[in-house]
């Protein structure tokens, strides 16, 4: 069965320093993996995504993501935290074989100046 | 370009009565997906149109719900009679090539009372 695991509901940051988000996902074709952010009362907007290739894919606003097959994780990173980077995260995998996304329940993230 | 709309972005319904959620894709994509957030939790997919045929409806929860895609552009989703558990945020998505990223709407905030 295909699903997508983010384990934590939030997670707090202080500006400056690193972030991680993280992802797990079990599909049974190849995975398509993708990260989506949505700010308060807007939609989701897409950050990056990795089809296949090289594992570390950079995307929107500074955010990149490592696609780790053996351990099926797809971890949203960025170095250096805003706090206009406080918003909901969510993780989503797509089946080669099939054309649905499939999401986490979404991550918090809150920056704190 | 324009992006996903939907239309509206908040109604307010009593149970028992009916309410027609819209979607417009971006021009020229064949894949729209329809998906819902209810209480915090995952966004679950709904259904999959390629232009106007349903290519999977398997999230569809009962038959109080029905989608239309007329002509393969705009699509609406028609929630009769509607039920307090149908309150959620209601997403629509489109895609150009099924190996891509989808584009989201704001959604449609729907809440039964």
């Known amino acids: 069965a295909q699903s997508v695991a983010q384990p934590e509901d939030q997670v707090n940051v202080a500006e400056g320093n690193p972030l991680t988000v993280k992802c797990t996902y079990s599909v049974s074709g190849n995975p398509y993996l993708f990260w989506y952010v949505q700010y308060p009362n807007r939609g989701l907007q897409f950050l990056l995504k990795?089809?296949?290739?090289?594992?570390l894919v950079k995307g929107s606003y500074g955010f990149e993501a490592e696609f780790n097959k053996s351990q099926t994780s797809f971890h949203l990173k960025k170095p250096s935290a805003l706090v206009s980077d406080s918003a909901l995260y969510f993780c989503?995998?797509?089946?080669?074989?099939?054309?649905?996304?499939?999401f986490g329940s979404g991550t918090k993230l809150n920056v704190k100046p | 370009e324009a992006g996903v709309t939907q239309f509206p972005s908040h109604s307010v319904i009593e149970k028992g009565q009916t309410v027609t959620l819209r979607c417009d894709p971006i021009s020229g994509h064949d894949n729209l997906y329809w998906y819902r957030r209810v209480m915090g939790k995952e966004i679950k997919f709904l259904l999959h149109?390629?232009?106007?045929?349903?290519?999977?409806e398997s999230g569809m929860p009962n038959n109080r719900f029905l989608a239309e895609r007329t002509g393969g552009t705009y699509s609406t989703l028609k929630v009769q009679p509607a039920e307090l558990e149908d309150s959620g945020v209601y997403f629509c998505a489109s895609s150009q090539l099924l190996n891509t990223e989808a584009f989201f709407g704001q959604g449609t905030r729907l809440t039964v009372v």
């Open positions: 989503a995998v797509r089946d080669s074989n099939f054309n649905k996304f499939y």
């Open positions: 149109f390629v232009k106007e045929s349903k290519q999977d």
């Open positions: 990795y089809i296949t290739g090289d594992n």
